[in-house]
C-alpha cells in the first residue's frame, strides 16, 4: 500500500512562490512515474506537471512551464512542486500522484494512469 502525504499549502499574495511537498511512504518507486494534478474551485481536475522517478524529462502543462518546477529527492522518496509569480487563477487544491509504472510523455496529463493519490493541499492566492 502506498500512501501520499501532501504539505505547505497556504494563502499567499499574488507574485509570492510557495513549494509543496509530497512525502511518499509503503514502496519504492524505482520504476513509477509521480507528479501533480490541481483542482480549482468548482472545476475538474487538471493536470499541472509529472515526471518518472528515476529519470530525467519532467512534462509540464504548457501554461504552466515558465512558473512551476516539479523535482523529487530520491532518497527521502519527497517529491516537490515550486511554484513562482503566483496567481489568483492558481488557487486550487493540490493533489500529488504516483502510478507504480512508467507513464508516457503523451499520456502524463490523463488522471486515469495513476494509481495512487494524495489528500491534496490547498493553496490560496490573493490578489
Known amino acids: 500500500q502506498v500512501q501520499l502525504v501532501e504539505s505547505g499549502g497556504g494563502l499567499v499574495q499574488a507574485g509570492d512562490s510557495l513549494r509543496v511537498s509530497c512525502v511518499a511512504s509503503g514502496r519504492a518507486f524505482s520504476g513509477g512515474t509521480v507528479g501533480w494534478f490541481r483542482q480549482p474551485p468548482g472545476r475538474a481536475r487538471d493536470f499541472v506537471a509529472a515526471?518518472?522517478?528515476?529519470?530525467?524529462?519532467?512534462t509540464y502543462t504548457t501554461a504552466l512551464k515558465e512558473r512551476f518546477t516539479i523535482s523529487r529527492d530520491n532518497a527521502t522518496n519527497i517529491l516537490y512542486l515550486r511554484m513562482n509569480a503566483l496567481k489568483p487563477e492558481d488557487t486550487a487544491v493540490y493533489y500529488c500522484v504516483a502510478a507504480t509504472a512508467v507513464v508516457p510523455f503523451f499520456e502524463r496529463h490523463l488522471p486515469s494512469k495513476y494509481d495512487y493519490w494524495g489528500q491534496g493541499t490547498q493553496v490560496t492566492v490573493s490578489s
Open positions: 515526471v518518472p522517478w528515476s529519470g530525467d524529462s519532467p
